[in-house]
């Protein structure tokens, strides 16, 4: 071949290689050109979706928030609408104080676009976030509505149902059923033992974990632990993240029944409270009373200048027969004597501005004896001028009864306490039988009047006065028996005069409820780490003007009667104690040593009794508690214990108080209840019971109502977590 010919071939074969290359080339640029667009393609769809679901971010936050618009509208925009997608795939969980049983969890659903490459993008916990292939992890777009602000946690999550559609697409919030789900929640993270958290825990299971982990971490100010294998990132905030007010460490909140976060002993007579931090509680201890105490008793009390009692009208009706004309004693003086001196003494501790007195006379027939013209006179110097000692023959005690009877009848009244006194030295005549009292038609008769007296409200009290032989005593016991009143029997002036006395004292004793004083004390005794502090004692105190209170005065301090009824105040300690010291309790019991009417009256069957109070104490004895409860604890001993008509049924007192009941349920046929008797308190207080000496038909109790610190219900937990869940549709 010649050269010429060498170089055609290989123009030929340039021009082939030529055109390979350009054809190659050409297919090459075709192929990168065609990846570049679609790359660029998808750049465009993901920014587009993240704009799309960015506004979708503010048309779901308007939502939830405006009560008068519970829906929007939002469409897709030109992305491909398969991309775009609803999944429930994620969850929030919120636990606090490690507890289980104190756990929000809830679903989180989400709005997602999602490229062929595996780059996703979604809406999710109110929050727009990027997932690039597993190697690029995930990224934040938006932030969350899960914040974190003065240790305060809120989560407002927004649970997305339905299908998507390219075209408009309705958002409707389920507005019931996102209350009774944030409801749900709030109860089981803020009530019982979950109602103080001591910390909480954040996880957050998602596509975006990672992302999710970095926000938490940012937000919240603490390290989170990535758990790759669930897509769950998990954070713990302690006792010092969260607000001070709920450090029970370091607050006053006190659970008495011993929870975790403090020590508390409960002892006979004593309670400590404890949680190794030095703080200072306020300590308060005051009756649990309606109005005032009701301990005490119903007794007879002697009147006097100081207890008002009614007036008097007494009657005397004495025996002029001529036995009575005897000599009774040495020296010589005779029985009418003798009776007129008792008359005078008697008449001499009356009260003229109230009391007044009758005479009648018997012997062959009853005799008014009026001076003044009056047949009941509160002159005494007349009425004793009028009390002679002639005697006629002849007993006949029915006609000085019936006498008696018509000067009740006529000249006294049901204000005016009634009194009959007959004294006889004999029988009536014609009556001679000692042992039967109707055994004559005069002690018939005189029985009949007795029982008229009775009848009228008037007293009747029978004397013998000589010899057993003489007198026709069981005639004069049935007498006294039918009229209510005593029989006595004298064979000498000093008896007699003692009897008179009696009678008159008697008489005069009026029926009160007189208040038992006594006291209360609450001793603070350091611990052992605060001997700086010394031990005291705390007297109870009350406002206003307790100066005619009685106290008694114990180690140099005034210890006031605190069941005085006139007291203008509660009585009540007040005090503090640091963490550690022991409050001791106990209460006096003191002797009554003078007795003042309080003007005050109680009825009870017809019966008018006086209040009275004890003006003058002293001390009697010591008395420690009988018990201490506190909330959940069980005091039906208590409640069933039988009382007085004028003390307080303990389940009414329980009522005039709103942060403290007892549970007194019973059936209709009278049966309790299975939690009769369950006490319920607030965590920080306590029932103090004393067992006090009872009464005759009541028993005495002194309740009261410890607090020391503050309560769990008082103290402010609430708004430190807040869980809200918005139930989102979405329809075409």
Request: charged share 25%; proline share 3%.
């Amino acid at each position: 071949m010649s050269v010429l010919d060498d170089r055609g071939a290989s123009q030929v074969l340039g021009a082939v290689l030529l055109i390979g290359v350009v054809i190659t080339g050409s297919l090459f640029v075709v192929v990168l050109g065609s990846n570049s667009l679609e790359q660029v393609r998808d750049r465009s769809d993901n920014r587009q979706a993240n704009t799309i679901l960015q506004e979708l971010d503010s048309r779901f936050s308007s939502l939830v928030a405006s009560s008068d618009t519970p829906q929007t509208t939002f469409d897709l925009g030109s992305t491909n609408p398969k991309d775009f997608v609803v999944r429930s795939q994620g969850y929030f969980t919120l636990t606090v104080n490690r507890n289980p049983r104190c756990s929000a969890n809830v679903t989180m659903s989400s709005v997602r676009f999602e490229n062929d490459d595996g780059r996703t993008v979604a809406y999710e916990g109110g929050g727009v976030w990027e997932r690039a292939p597993a190697t690029e992890g995930s990224s934040m777009l938006s932030a969350p509505s899960v914040t974190y602000r003065a240790g305060t946690i809120d989560a407002e999550i927004i649970n997305i149902s339905g299908t998507l559609d390219q075209d408009t697409n309705v958002a409707q919030l389920m507005s019931a059923r996102s209350d009774a789900r944030s409801a749900q929640l709030s109860r089981q993270l803020t009530q019982g033992e979950c109602m103080r958290p001591d910390n909480a825990t954040i996880a957050v299971t998602s596509t975006f974990y990672r992302a999710w982990g970095n926000y938490i971490e940012s937000e919240f100010g603490v390290s989170t632990t990535d758990h790759a294998h669930n897509q769950t990132v998990v954070a713990h905030l302690e006792q010092a993240d969260l607000p001070e007010r709920v450090n029970d460490s370091a607050n006053n909140v006190v659970n008495l029944s011993s929870r975790s976060y403090n020590t508390v002993t409960i002892a006979s007579d004593e309670i400590t409270v404890d949680k190794d931090a030095g703080n200072v509680y306020a300590v308060s201890a005051r009756p649990l009373q309606r109005g005032s105490l009701h301990i005490g008793n119903i007794t007879k009390i002697e009147a006097d200048a100081q207890i008002e009692r009614r007036g008097m009208d007494v009657v005397f009706v004495l025996d002029k027969s001529g036995s009575m004309s005897w000599a009774s004693s040495d020296p010589p003086r005779s029985r009418i004597e003798v009776a007129q001196e008792a008359t005078h003494d008697f008449v001499g501790g009356l009260n003229a501005s109230k009391d007044r007195a009758g005479l009648v006379e018997f012997s062959d027939n009853g005799y008014y004896n009026h001076p003044d013209g009056r047949y009941l006179t509160t002159d005494f110097e007349a009425f004793n001028d009028s009390v002679t000692t002639t005697t006629i023959s002849g007993t006949h005690s029915d006609a000085g009864l019936s006498y008696a009877n018509n000067i009740f009848d006529l000249q006294s009244d049901e204000s005016k306490e009634r009194v009959m006194i007959l004294l006889t030295d004999g029988r009536n005549d014609g009556c001679d039988d000692d042992t039967d009292p109707d055994d004559c038609e005069r002690n018939r008769e005189s029985l009949d009047h007795a029982r008229d007296a009775a009848a009228n409200g008037v007293t009747v009290y029978t004397i013998g006065y000589g010899d057993d032989d003489a007198i026709d005593e069981a005639f004069l016991k049935e007498v006294a028996n039918v009229g209510n009143g005593n029989y006595y029997q004298a064979t000498d002036a000093d008896e007699l005069a003692t009897i008179f006395d009696d009678i008159r004292r008697s008489v005069s004793r009026t029926q009160a409820i007189t208040r038992a004083p006594i006291s209360t004390n609450f001793t603070r005794a350091p611990n052992s780490t605060n001997y700086s502090s010394p031990s005291r004692v705390y007297a109870p105190q009350a406002a206003g003007n307790v100066d005619r209170v009685a106290t008694v005065q114990v180690n140099g301090e005034d210890f006031a009667n605190i069941n005085d009824p006139t007291a203008e105040s509660q009585f009540s300690h007040t005090f503090a104690v640091t963490g550690g010291d022991t409050v001791a309790m106990e209460a006096y019991d003191y002797d009554c040593d003078e007795v003042v009417d309080t003007g005050r009256r109680r009825s009870h069957a017809g019966t008018v009794y006086r209040v009275a109070r004890c003006s003058a104490v002293s001390m009697n004895t010591t008395i420690t508690p009988s018990g201490i409860y506190h909330d959940g604890d069980d005091i039906t001993h208590i409640l069933t214990q039988e009382r007085a008509w004028w003390q307080d049924d303990l389940n009414e007192t329980f009522v005039e108080y709103d942060d403290i009941s007892v549970n007194s349920t019973t059936t209709a046929g009278g049966a309790r209840s299975a939690n009769f008797g369950t006490l319920d308190l607030k965590s920080n207080q306590a029932l103090v019971w004393y067992d006090l000496p009872d009464g005759e038909h009541g028993n005495n109790r002194l309740l009261m109502l410890y607090e020391i610190g503050l309560a769990e219900s008082d103290a402010q937990s609430t708004g430190v977590i807040n869980v809200r869940v918005n139930e989102v549709d979405i329809t075409e």
